[in-house]
């Protein structure tokens, strides 16, 4: 399978602690984004990497999240001091950006669902 | 800012034809987009509009219209694999030539035998 792929599928915290998630995009891609999804909404956008570098963060994201994409391959999104308000699908995307495209197709992998306890 | 409106739930038949209309306000996009996701399941791209007009993928079709802020995915031909969740998408115009999606609340399809 080449797709994207997330890792946990799960995880289950309590109050208080850090998590980290990782994400591996589909090889070629140079584009990242992290979205957040609660029940009955839309993927919330995070935030995204154009390989390394770090081009966006969301006003949402607070202080306590950071993402990291080191190497310009896979990425990590670390929560910290966890909150049940953070309970939710954290799902993750890659594109390829070409040239002077003005867009591109994203593709989600399967997310890591938290559950802040 | 953006927001899109969508339906929050729509059902029909098999076999019918069902649109879900995108409406929305945004300072400028490139593009609205459609992605469909099942329970459980990650978004999946169906269709793409970077212009006005149609455009059509097997039984997805997906309409824009900038003129009236307004778009919209028709699916044709339903199939009991079609019930999902149905999501509108815009890329905001930004200096970095585009990137993030904000999307839709979602449109729950039903489709009944």
């Known amino acids: 399978d080449t797709g994207v792929s997330q890792d946990p599928r799960h995880k289950i915290t309590k109050r208080g602690q850090n998590v980290t998630f990782r994400c591996d995009p589909i090889?070629?891609?140079?584009?990242l984004y992290w979205y957040r999804q609660t029940l009955g909404q839309g993927p919330e956008f995070l935030t995204y990497f154009q390989n390394e570098a770090q081009l966006e963060k969301s006003r949402l994201l607070s202080d306590r999240f950071s993402a990291e994409r080191p190497k310009g391959s896979f990425s990590t999104l670390e929560i910290q001091r966890t909150e049940q308000g953070d309970s939710a699908m954290y799902l993750c995307?890659?594109?390829?950006?070409?040239?002077?495209?003005?867009?591109?197709?994203?593709?989600f992998g399967p997310g890591t669902r938290l559950t802040v306890l | 800012g953006q927001s899109l409106e969508q339906p929050s739930e729509v059902t029909a038949v098999e076999g019918a034809i069902v649109q879900i209309n995108c409406t929305y306000q945004t300072s400028g996009f490139y593009g609205l987009s459609w992605y469909q996701q099942h329970d459980g399941g990650a978004p999946t791209f169906l269709s793409y509009?970077?212009?006005?007009g149609l455009e059509e993928t097997g039984r997805f079709s997906s309409f824009l219209s900038r003129s009236d802020s307004y778009g919209y995915l028709l699916l044709q031909e339903l199939q009991m694999k079609d019930s999902a969740s149905y999501f509108c998408?815009?890329?905001?115009?930004?200096?970095?030539?585009?990137?993030?999606?904000?999307f839709g609340q979602g449109t729950e399809l039903s489709v009944k035998p």
């Open positions: 998408a815009v890329s905001p115009l930004i200096y970095n030539q585009g990137g993030k999606l904000i």
């Open positions: 090889s070629e891609h140079n584009r």
């Open positions: 995307a890659s594109s390829l950006r070409v040239g002077g495209a003005s867009t591109d197709t994203q593709y």
């Open positions: 509009n970077a212009l006005d």
